[in-house]
């Protein structure tokens, strides 16, 4: 079952064939494409293809990203399926790995950052904003493969009501075992948001790459 199959992408900036990286976005509970795009003026970079994916109703998976796995599917699986495409679209039209970024906000930002850790290789960048790895607490992840210094940013607010600060901590340490150059970012008193701060590490990354 794909509940997120065939739901609507949207797009900004040159073809693939045209663009000289691509970003998949991915958007949080209930939100759509357009919300996670908002981030792309913010970045201000041309030559990027920017392509965020719908869920269906909005939302990837009913609970909690610290729940069991098993009660968040099909929603999880599916939003992989769903990633996974848009990589295989990216490489099939012409876009190697290392200029292909993932880039998730809240829920979002969970499912990118797992579906990359499960799928490790040299990206040109992972970004989980207010975001970590899915599972229930003593998860352990033990995912195959590696990063090859692929930069990737985890940025949160220290008192997020959806992300505890630990699981942040933990994913940034799988990420480093699995060979990534982890930068984490945890904001004081910081609202379930995007600051500017993590906008110029991200345009920092892809204007390294473009």
Known sequence: MQPHAGQPV????????????????????????????????????????????????????????LSEIAKNEPGISSGYFVIDGLVNDLLARGLSRERILLLGF?????????????????????????????????????????????PVFLGCSDIDNHIPVERVEESAEVFRRMGATVTMKLYPNMAHTVNNDEVLFIRQTLTSIV
């Open 10 to 65: 949207e797009t900004r900036g040159p073809r693939p064939e045209d663009a000289r990286a691509a970003m998949i976005m991915i958007h949080g509970r209930n939100a759509m494409p357009r919300s996670v795009l908002e981030l792309v003026s913010l970045i201000g970079l041309k030559d990027v293809h920017y392509v965020a994916p719908a869920a269906a109703n909005n939302t990837w998976y009913p609970y909690s990203f």
């Open 106 to 150: 809240s829920q979002g930002g969970c499912l990118a950052s797992t579906y990359a850790a499960g799928h490790a290789a040299r990206y040109g960048g992972v970004f989980a904003l207010s975001g970590g790895l899915i599972g229930p607490p003593g998860a352990g992840w033990d995912f195959p493969g590696s990063f090859e210094e692929t």
